[in-house]
């Protein structure tokens, strides 16, 4: 956030802060539900964890609540039935421990922050960490093409 800040002075931009930063967990755990319920698929995983980004970050919104939840689920175009199941489910506790696993797999790989990536490359798991490393996980994998 302060990067952000700085940035945002830096350059004379409105980048709107949250008024507060709230926890995410709840935000964590509906993500999760949506990825394990059986009607969702990962497009409508992406664009749920998308649209919780744009309330928080965007448009200062609630991430936190139930009713939160259920509008960034519909917004993002799950139906009603499968947003409601979601948030059952974000309450399970077999979303817990599925979201302390995912949690405990970061770590286990290094993770200190986000965005981190995993790639597979000849059976070992190269970890690559910020949004600028998409050139050399391609060069890793062999499909680097250079500059053009």
């Known amino acids: 956030m302060f990067r952000t800040c700085a940035l945002s002075e830096h350059r004379q931009l409105i980048v709107p802060q949250p008024l507060c930063v709230p ?41 936190t609540l ?23 489910l974000a309450g399970s506790q077999k979303i817990k421990d599925k979201l302390k696993s995912a949690t405990q797999e970061a770590l286990d790989l290094g993770a200190f922050g986000f965005p981190l990536s995993v790639c597979h490359i000849d059976g070992k798991k190269e970890v690559f960490f910020g949004a600028d490393r998409f050139e050399l996980m391609a060069h890793c994998l062999g499909d680097y093409m250079g500059i053009s």
């Open 23 to 63: 926890g995410s967990l709840a935000a964590m755990r509906y993500v999760t539900a949506v990825a394990e319920s059986g009607g969702a698929s990962e497009a409508d995983v992406e664009k749920v964890s998308r649209e919780l980004w744009m309330r928080i970050w965007s448009r200062n919104e609630d991430i």
């Open 66 to 88: 139930a009713t939160s939840l259920s509008e960034a689920g519909l917004k993002a175009g799950l139906p009603a039935s499968e947003v409601e199941e979601c948030l059952q």
